[in-house]
């Protein structure tokens, strides 16, 4: 899991919605990626931590990938996750 | 009017399996809860010692209490992660709510404690096993920490079943039950029986709740006075204690601190009295209330603990002025041996709105006034605004104790 620059909308009810991201490689190369599809959302709260999940689908190195992106209520950070 | 039914819900190994959460979800790999770990205070500060453990560092036989040094030789490859007061708040209010769901009237025992009185709740959630079950499961799945609930009529029961076997379980302990699953355990894992009680019960063969719960309780309170009586209703599975949903009535505020190093000089300690009154004066104001008793303990670098107290000869909430006190009880007991730890304690409460007043103390309005600007500062840009000169370039703190930001942060209590 590591943290990743995000740019997301937010609805007027405040529901955000992820869509693309910086992503650094292990060389130190970055790439911009765009969420394509978002397949699920939901929510969790281990240890009293509130957590947004998204199922996300996008082209990462020109193949397509299912992953999970997560956001942190309480920091304001968005981290990716079993990608 | 049938029996009640009381839940005792306790997290195990609380501090351990926050921590444990809380990393699992931000990505580690390594469960805390599964390899030899502990959570363990600063030793380069003293505050060195095991505040909670796995269940796998309980097989190398590590304590809850011991230091870390002897913890480290028993196992050469524990884990020892700082506490984090800030993430045990959070995870105690977290349980709080979701406990709210299943019923009113909940008691907050300790940060990882609660009772629960499910009283005829069996329409909604099924049997009081069925209910204990899906509180534990749903905690398990949600929080991602696991529980223990004991089951019973009353408080007492309730927290004795719910220390039965771990983790991850839910034990019943009614009135039938208590001679085939309570009588037969050492006289130590009775609430209310210490360090101190077991000794004194050894020696007059008291060694099983069993045995304890069939002494005379006459002769009992005769020798250990109304305690004797107290631990044999315990033993017997009485206890008539009510769920209380509020906070108790506040008995005293006590600030204390372990040094860093060997305090060997008046100046020094002074210093430490005063920043450890600056925090507990600010929670007696806070909790508007005044003290009439102030009462300064030490232990010194043997380890040897004492203390001494003082009736003002007014209530007072000024800092200062509880300062004085403590200097002074501090220059009659102590003979100029290191300390490596010292308190203050604030005793007799009494409402900060209605107390009698002197004729011969005229600065009193000022001091008050003094306090209560201070205290402004210190609540609208925090507590570091406005310090104390004197612990300029000193390298203490200039203010004492509190575990965490949060002063609501509840301790473990003896009254259930």
């Known amino acids: 899991m590591k943290p990743i620059e995000m740019i997301a909308w937010f609805t007027k009810d405040g529901i955000p919605t992820p869509i693309k991201y910086k992503l650094s490689f292990d060389d130190d190369t970055v790439d911009i990626i765009k969420i394509d599809k978002i397949i699920w959302r939901s929510e969790e709260k281990i240890a009293g931590n509130r957590m947004l999940i998204f199922c996300c689908q996008s082209v990462i190195n020109s193949t397509e990938k299912i992953y999970e992106i997560k956001y942190e209520l309480n920091t304001c950070k968005w981290f990716i996750y079993k990608i | ?416």
């Open chain 2, 1 to 416: 009017m049938g029996d009640k039914i009381i839940f005792h819900i306790d997290v195990n190994s609380a501090f351990l399996s926050w921590e444990a959460a809380d990393r699992l979800q931000h990505g580690d790999t390594l469960d805390l809860r599964d390899v030899p770990s502990v959570v363990g205070g600063d030793e380069s500060k003293r505050h060195g010692i095991v505040l909670a453990k796995s269940i796998p560092a309980k097989k190398f036989n590590i304590k809850t209490g011991e230091s870390l040094f002897s913890a480290r030789m028993k196992c050469s490859e524990l884990i020892i992660v700082p506490p984090n007061y800030n993430l045990y708040m959070r995870c105690s209010s977290a349980l709080h709510q979701m406990l709210m769901e299943y019923s009113p009237y909940i008691q907050p025992f300790s940060v990882d404690e609660y009772f629960l009185d499910c009283t005829g709740m069996e329409n909604h959630f099924g049997s009081p096993l069925e209910a204990a079950h899906k509180i534990k499961n749903r905690i398990k799945k949600e929080l991602g920490f696991t529980v223990n609930i004991g089951i019973s009529t009353n408080k007492l029961l309730a927290k004795m079943a719910s220390e039965f076997e771990k983790p991850d379980k839910v034990h019943t302990l009614f009135k039938h039950e208590i001679p085939q699953k309570m009588w037969p355990l050492p006289v130590e894992e009775l609430f209310m029986v210490g360090r101190a009680t077991v000794s004194k019960l050894h020696a007059k063969n008291i060694f099983t709740i069993g045995d304890l719960a069939n002494t005379d309780p006459e002769f009992l309170k005769c020798w250990l006075k109304s305690h004797g009586l107290l631990i044999w209703q315990y033993a017997n599975g009485i206890d008539n204690s009510d769920i209380k949903t509020s906070a108790y009535g506040l008995k005293g505020i006590g600030n204390s601190t372990t040094t860093a190093f060997d305090v060997q000089d008046k100046k020094t300690a002074n210093m430490l009295l005063l920043s450890l009154c600056e925090t507990a004066a600010m929670r007696l104001r806070n909790a508007n209330k005044c003290c009439r008793v102030v009462c300064v303990s030490l232990k010194d670098f043997k380890f040897n603990s004492y203390s001494h107290q003082k009736k003002l000869d007014l209530p007072t909430d000024c800092t200062n002025k509880i300062y004085q006190k403590a200097c002074e009880l501090f220059d009659e007991i102590w003979d100029g041996e290191p300390l490596r730890h010292m308190g203050v304690h604030l005793s007799e409460l009494c409402e900060s709105d209605f107390y009698q007043v002197s004729m011969f103390e005229h600065e009193l309005q000022k001091y008050k006034a003094l306090d209560r600007a201070i205290d402004e500062i210190r609540l609208k840009y925090g507590s570091s605004a406005i310090v104390r000169s004197c612990f300029l370039h000193s390298g203490l703190r200039p203010l004492m104790g509190c575990i965490s930001d949060n002063a609501s942060y509840p301790l473990m209590s003896s009254i259930l």
